[in-house]
């Protein structure tokens, strides 16, 4: 099958798995997977291949660039001892345990070969952690530290799995020469992704300056930023994933504050379909990868590997909730001499992110660039490793993935109001300054006409600031009902004028041009209208 005909054949699974998670109880990536698995039964599909170093520049950059993007920033800087535990500390235990252990449980891997096992899973998945925590509730901190944990174990973990192959090859380590590798490799790729950010950000404000943009071209930027920052530091030979990351959040940062609305809201909108289609395809592909390595073993029996990949997940798991508690504790003692009121984190929400380490597509696709030789020799037990490391990932998604709904309802773990609070703070306070300014031009205003207006205009700002405060207040059983009554009447009032719009279009009135304008200006009232209620649907 042709490349080309091949990716559309697969976007179109993705679409079609997409709608059917809809109706069906089960984890997005986990179908995604399933699909996979049963699409490697198809001939075409059967020899499939993946080649690591495309996979990580197809779909890491941009997946890891829209995760920094959206990444609470402000967060971050609170709990970024916690975060850094877990990515450096976590990362190093998890290798020397995981290493140690399968050097000893199957000795004719030797222990550098354990160690690069042990470093291709130990970074959690962003892509994974992300798909499952946006559609749980959780507390705001738990959700920061395991996004800003995967955000960076990525880069340390490949660090390690490096400087672990390197150790199996040659038969030398110098654990100095990778600390110091590792400080280069990482503060390169983050200076280089800060660089190319901030470059493409000075090439769009130009083009704005010049009276040249437009919102096709920025956006097209906006996506071409990730894949600019991960080359310019992988052909510099630091970290490109760490490249991609910094680099969506140094645009998280400044990207706002220039974009006019039609680009905004075209950004989002083709963002929000490149992740999707892009999450989809990476678990697909993971799935399509799986049977042809679990196949693809020999000189062990099936029990054998089975044990053998239980006790491996096991030890992942094990390292993690063990690291976990005391590591709480550390990270707070830390951020304590800056926050000394900094409250500890409940057992219960210490527990349910410890059992949220999901593995994902970093871990195949570091797994099967293992090479293939070291030295002269074969490299030591690399069919069973990229087995073991796809065992970990099938495990942690469907054990932990499909039981931490169970455990979080179980151990009582709810999610805080915090982000809701800010949000209608941060509505009131909009509110009063419109109604600031507003005031102002009053004593300026002349016509009578102007004046009214802009009353009746101070009157609806006066209207939605009620409408926020009883959402919570004790008058929110009497006043929110009024309000949805409101709002569909609105909405009423929106859907006639499109069925009009749509008539006169059937009636070779107006052409399809003018139906698009005036559409698109009904779908942004609509998409207003309804804003609260989705967002409400959204935290419920």
């Known amino acids: 099958m042709e490349l080309i005909e091949l990716s559309l054949a697969l976007i179109l699974v993705v679409a079609l798995l997409g709608a059917l998670a809809k109706r069906v109880p089960i984890p997005l990536p986990l179908l995604f997977i399933l699909g996979g698995a049963a699409l ?4 075409h599909l059967r020899n499939l291949t993946l080649d690591p170093e495309v996979f990580f520049l197809l779909f890491i950059p941009p997946l890891l660039f829209a995760d920094g993007w959206l990444f609470n920033k402000r967060e971050f800087l609170t709990f970024r001892y916690s975060i850094l535990l877990l990515a450096l500390g976590l990362v190093v235990a998890t290798v020397v345990v995981v290493g140690y252990a399968v050097h000893a449980l199957i000795p004719e891997i030797p222990l550098a070969a354990g160690f690069a096992l042990g470093a291709v899973v130990s970074p959690t998945d962003a892509v994974a952690v992300s798909a499952l925590t946006e559609k749980l509730k959780l507390p705001l901190r738990m959700t920061t530290v395991l996004n800003g944990e995967s955000l960076i174990n990525d880069a340390s973990g490949l660090v390690a799995f490096k400087f672990a192959v390197a150790a199996a090859i040659t038969g030398a380590f110098s654990m100095s020469d990778a600390a110091l590798s590792f400080l280069l490799v990482a503060g390169g790729g983050a200076l280089i992704g800060l660089a190319v950010s901030w470059l493409i ?3 769009r404000l130009q083009l704005t300056r010049h009276g040249m943009e437009a919102a096709e071209i920025q956006v097209w930027l906006s996506l071409l930023t990730p894949f600019g920052a991960y080359l310019a530091a992988e052909s510099a030979h630091v970290s490109g994933v760490l490249a991609a990351v910094v680099a969506g959040i140094h ?9 006019s609305i039609e680009t905004r809201m075209l950004a989002w909108s083709v963002w929000r379909t490149v992740l999707f289609v892009l999450n989809g395809l990476v678990f697909l592909l993971l799935g399509l990868q ?6 693809g073993i020999g000189g062990y029996t099936w029990s054998h590997l089975a044990g053998a990949a239980l006790v491996v997940w096991a030890i992942v798991v094990g390292v993690r909730l063990v690291w976990m508690f005391p590591g709480s504790r550390i990270g707070l003692w830390l951020n304590r001499l800056h926050q000394p009121n900094m409250a500890a984190a409940p057992w219960r929400d210490v527990f349910i992110a410890g059992w949220a380490g ?8 570091a797994a099967l660039s293992i090479p293939l030789t070291a030295g002269a020799a074969s490299f030591p037990g690399r069919d069973l490793l990229i087995f ?12 932990n993935g499909l039981t931490l709904p169970m ?3 179980w151990l009582g773990v709810t999610g805080d109001d915090i982000n809701e609070r800010e949000a209608r703070a941060a509505r009131i306070a909009a509110a009063h300054a419109a109604i600031a300014e507003l005031r102002s031009r009053l004593d300026h205003q002349d016509s009578a006409d102007d004046r009214g207006f802009t009353m009746r205009l101070i009157d609806e700002y006066h209207r939605r600031i009620r409408e926020v405060k009883a959402e919570t ?7 929110l009902p009024r309000i949805a009554a409101e709002r569909s009447i609105r909405l009423a009032a929106v859907a006639a004028e499109r069925a009009e719009l749509h008539a006169l279009r059937n009636n070779r009135r107006i052409n399809e041009q003018v139906l698009f304008v005036i559409q698109q200006e009904l779908d942004y009232v609509e998409a207003a209208l309804l804003a609260p209620t989705q967002e409400a649907r959204a935290h419920g």
């Open 358 to 365: 999901l593995r994902g597509a970093v871990t195949l696709a």
């Open 40 to 43: 490697s039964f198809v001939p």
């Open 201 to 203: 950000e000075q090439l």
């Open 251 to 259: 645009s998280g940062l400044h990207d706002t504050r220039f974009m």
């Open 388 to 399: 073991l490391a796809s065992s970990v990932i099938v495990l942690t998604l469907v054990v």
């Open 290 to 295: 799986l049977p042809g390595v679990f196949h």
């Open 407 to 409: 455990l979080i309802r």
């Open 473 to 479: 207040g004790e008058e929110a059983e009497q006043v």
